[in-house]
């Protein structure tokens, strides 16, 4: 807000950020073939963030930019949403833009699809700006950004990342919102992050402003002066300036101001200059200004309001509010009233009231807003709840029932807002006060909603102390459960689970089905398969109980390979739904997500065709994560790679902001899978130095994708480890008979006939009841290749056919190419899809096996001239050069992660999978 203030003064000059301008107008440049990129500028109060963001905003509009703008404050970042939908109101009214806008506005009681929709209106209004040029998403103050706004740029940008898309964003340098640092380490991993900090102007910039302040040339000593008492700071420099004409204590000598005393003799700190602004204003402007600060914004409806405050009569009120408008302290703020011209100015007056009288004024304004509520008056209770959190004192029960309710009404719509008014509700409470117990099941709710099952755990567990048998305890232990379950945390919820089980009171099948799961998550395989049965039996309450009980079971038979029993139960969950829109949505989409983790394809896609269409007509964001997992698990069994990755990127970001740890690791095992097949090892490093998941189904899948990629790397022993580490005795762990594949496949190649011989006769035992075609093509599979077995390969390679299983049956075809000289037709079709999907080392095995049978290798597809954009080159020549991922990134103003997403699409349209490759390429083109 900085730049505001500056330039009324200075006009339309734009002193000392040139380089800074140029850096940030010249990253939209990039946005054509990057998509979404990142600028971030930070720097102290009054340095000139909003300046150089209001330039930049002129400039971009001059050229034609879309550009959606919004400046946040202390009380914006009260109110919902209020950042997202002041950008949207911002920029031309089309019909996407009024219904976004309509949809963020919270007077009407949402229902459970409201986020998801909302995510969707404003996706497509970002889209829509950028459709024909780079388009601009600027927010001033981001560390004023309410939370929520926050929680939903998160989703947002991450589905519009390949758009022309640029985010400008201010922040202080050293703000305490970490929702700020959380949304820009998640954009991070998938957009270019570009970080401006703003310096201190030289001495010869703040003489160039102190001169327009003066509207005189001034001589160095002057100009000095104000450079050192304003630490070159172009707010201050304006104020202190300011203040030294208005003090008297500068004279204009010839055609040059300079001052008329000793700068020694000159009391003026920053502080100091920006309370003068308010300094030569009588007494009773100066009063309304300080109440002004109270509200920080104020509207003209809220006039008496404010006389109140100020304790002075109305039209006293009414002749100082016009004079702190025409002395420019306070400014109109479109339709949202009238705020200071500039943050520091009341952050100022707001420091000088003192503690106390501070939470007297709140006092008066929260006591007047009650009193139009009992008068049945329309009262922001957004506002009235921050008033009462600002000034109510312990033990003040009617302040904790404001706050509760405005909690409770938005606990699904604004989840942070209301975790925020819980906490502070709490503070309030005395420590034996019944009102404890619900306020922590709430907050605890509120949490989860916000996706940070981590932080509902503490308050949920508080809450379950204190609350009594009944259903809101029971839905509080689900919650907490569920909670600790995302977060890894089995053994714990297990412990928790048999408490409520065993503590008398009749528990709702769905908390049996949450304790049966968590059996399966603790390696208690054949307690949870006792307990399916009878939790099958139970009477469910209600169509959302019957959907979670039957979700949860479809999981359970799913980990345990009973994969005819996870479709009927998922089938079961459908039914339950009982014709319920959102239901139906969930019982489809974990259906689709569990079949498709398991290798069911076709199952799995039907469910997930239903579940979009569904989503489709109903609208709404609920369950995206599931029905991302499934899209990326199918496109990864169905050889549609460069899609596969490209889905990961995008679902990622959005497992990853609501916390869905075991799936977010489910994405990146599979991600390793394929980076592995395609000879990027470079980019698989990274994954695999990631933590190994907690959860069993996840681990496992890890371990697959990481001894393939230790095998890759040449460290078969290591690869081996893996594989025998993962498999338990009995088998009954989550994809022990893939795993076993991989470990027989992994001795074979290496001349260890006999241990992949014994390996593959616990295999067969391990499999004989497991009728998964991903299962059944494995299995067959390395049979026929350890047996020399052509008939087996075949039926391996029609069991992969028949379920869907592309790449599977690729590599089946290959084994029996390599087995039978009479598969040439086989290996033919293996050798196009491994060329299609980037699995390189395969196809060189296919086209050597083809060679040494006489018959032709087809010719790889060569690249097409200009295929590589101008970024994709210049990152690929200096891969060429011998340069590492992080000093390319350096080089080229990238984040490393930029890098190596250039690097995979480099290789992809190269048809290359190291740098070696790439290098001996391009050598060939130079």
């Not at 391990?766 to 350890?786: H, K, M």
Request: charged share 25%; hydrophobic share 50%.
């Amino acid at each position: 807000m900085g730049g505001r203030q500056l330039s009324s003064v200075v006009g339309r000059a734009f002193f000392g950020r040139e380089a800074e301008l140029a850096a940030v107008v010249g990253v939209v440049e990039r946005v054509p073939a990057a998509g979404l990129v990142v600028v971030v500028v930070s720097g102290e109060p009054g340095i000139g963030k909003s300046s150089l963001l209001a330039e930049t905003c002129r400039r971009l509009r001059d050229r034609g930019c879309a550009v959606a703008a919004a400046e946040s404050d202390d009380v914006s970042r009260r109110i919902p949403y209020a950042a997202v939908a002041t950008a949207l109101r911002s920029v031309a009214g089309s019909g996407d833009v009024r219904a976004a806008v309509e949809a963020l506005d919270l007077t009407t009681a949402p229902d459970a699809t409201w986020f998801g929709r909302s995510c969707e209106l404003v996706a497509r209004v970002l889209t829509g700006l950028a459709a024909e040029r780079p388009a601009a998403l600027v927010l001033d103050d981001l560390d004023q950004v309410d939370d929520d706004s926050l929680a939903m740029l998160a989703v947002v940008l991450r589905r519009v990342t390949a758009a022309p898309l640029v985010l400008i964003a201010a922040a202080r340098t050293h703000h305490r919102n970490p929702g700020v640092e959380e949304l820009l380490d998640r954009l991070e991993r998938h957009a270019d992050v570009v970080r401006v900090r703003l310096e201190p102007l030289s001495g010869g910039d703040v003489a160039r402003i102190v001169e327009t302040v003066l509207g005189t040339p001034v001589d160095d000593g002057l100009a000095h002066e104000v450079h050192v008492r304003a630490d070159g700071n172009p707010f201050f420099a304006v104020e202190i300036a300011r203040s030294l004409r208005e003090l008297d204590l500068v004279a204009v000598d010839g055609d040059r101001a300079r001052l008329t005393v000793s700068p020694s003799a000159i009391r003026l700190t920053r502080r100091e200059a920006v309370l003068r602004r308010v300094a030569p204003l009588d007494r009773d402007t100066r009063a309304v200004a300080r109440a002004v600060s109270i509200f920080r914004r104020v509207r003209l409806d809220q006039i008496g309001l404010l006389a109140r405050v100020a304790s002075l009569p109305e039209e006293a009120v009414v002749d100082a509010f016009d004079g702190l408008l025409r002395a420019h302290i306070v400014v109109r703020d479109e339709d949202r009233g009238y705020r200071f011209s500039h943050a520091l100015v009341g952050e100022a007056l707001y420091q000088e009231i003192g503690p106390a009288q501070r939470r007297h004024l709140h006092s008066l304004i929260s006591a007047r807003l009650l009193d139009d509520r009992a008068r049945g008056l329309a009262v922001d209770e957004m506002e009235l709840a921050w008033h009462l959190a600002e000034s109510a004192p312990p033990g003040d029960l009617r302040a904790v029932r404001v706050m509760a309710q405005a909690a409770a009404a938005n606990r699904t719509t604004a989840p942070e807002t209301a975790a925020a008014l819980c906490a502070r509700a709490l503070e309030l409470l005395p420590v034996a006060a019944p009102e404890r117990a619900g306020l922590l099941a709430s907050q605890c709710r509120a949490l989860a909603h916000a996706s940070r099952p981590g932080a509902a755990i503490g308050p949920g567990l508080a809450a379950l102390e204190e609350l009594p048998p009944g259903p809101e305890r029971s839905r509080c232990a689900v919650v907490v459960l569920s909670s600790m379950f995302l977060v890894g945390r089995f053994a714990e919820a297990l412990r928790l689970a048999d408490a409520e089980l065993g503590a008398g009171a009749e528990a709702p099948a769905a908390l049996h089905a949450q304790r049966a799961l968590l059996l399966v998550f603790t390696g208690r395989h054949a307690e949870a398969l006792a307990e399916v049965g009878r939790i099958e039996a139970m009477p469910v309450t209600s169509a959302a109980e019957g959907v979670v009980v039957f979700d949860r079971l479809a999981v359970i038979t799913s980990m345990l390979f009973r994969h005819d029993r996870t479709v009927d139960y998922a089938n079961r969950a459908l039914a339950s739904a009982d014709g319920q829109a959102v239901l139906e949505l969930q019982a489809l989409a974990v259906g689709a997500s569990t079949g498709a983790l398991a290798g069911l394809v076709h199952d799995a896609s039907w469910r997930l065709r239903r579940a979009e269409e569904l989503r489709e007509r109903a609208g709404g964001h609920a369950f995206r994560g599931e029905l991302e997992m499934a899209r990326v698990a199918l496109d990864w069994f169905g050889g549609e790679w460069d899609t596969c990755l490209e889905r990961v990127g995008r679902a990622a970001a959005e497992l990853e902001s609501r916390q869905e740890l075991m799936m977010l690791d489910g994405l990146r095992a599979i991600e390793l899978e394929v980076r592995t097949w395609r000879g990027e090892l470079d980019v698989a490093a990274r994954l695999a130095a990631l933590e190994v998941p907690g959860s069993p189904n996840m681990s496992r899948l890890h371990a697959l994708a990481m001894a393939g990629y230790l095998a890759a790397r040449g460290d078969v022993e290591g690869a081996r480890r893996v594989l025998v580490e993962a498999v338990d005795d009995d088998g009954m762990t989550a994809y022990s008979c893939v795993l076993l594949g991989r470990l027989i496949e992994l001795d074979f190649s290496h001349g260890r006939v006999a241990e992949a011989r014994r390996t593959a006769q616990r295999l067969r035992v391990v499999a004989a009841e497991r009728v998964a075609p991903w299962t059944r093509t494995t299995v067959r599979r390395v049979i026929g290749l350890v047996e020399q077995d052509a008939a087996v390969l075949r039926e391996a390679v029609d069991e992969a056919r028949v379920g869907g299983l592309v790449f599977e049956q690729a590599r089946a075809q290959l084994a029996l190419g390599l087995v039978d000289r009479g598969a040439v037709a086989d290996l033919l079709d293996a050798y196009a899809v491994f060329q299609r999907v980037g699995a390189h080392g395969l196809r060189r095995q296919a086209g050597g096996r083809l060679r040494e049978l006489g018959a032709k290798v087809p010719r790889a597809r060569g690249r097409a001239a200009g295929v590589l954009t101008a970024a994709e080159e210049n990152v690929a020549r200096l891969v060429q050069q011998g340069m590492r991922n992080r000093d390319i990134a350096a080089a080229l103003h990238y984040s490393p992660r930029t890098i190596e997403v250039y690097l995979s699409r480099i290789y992809a349209k190269l048809r290359v999978s190291s740098r070696l490759e790439l290098a001996r390429v391009l050598d060939g083109r130079a």
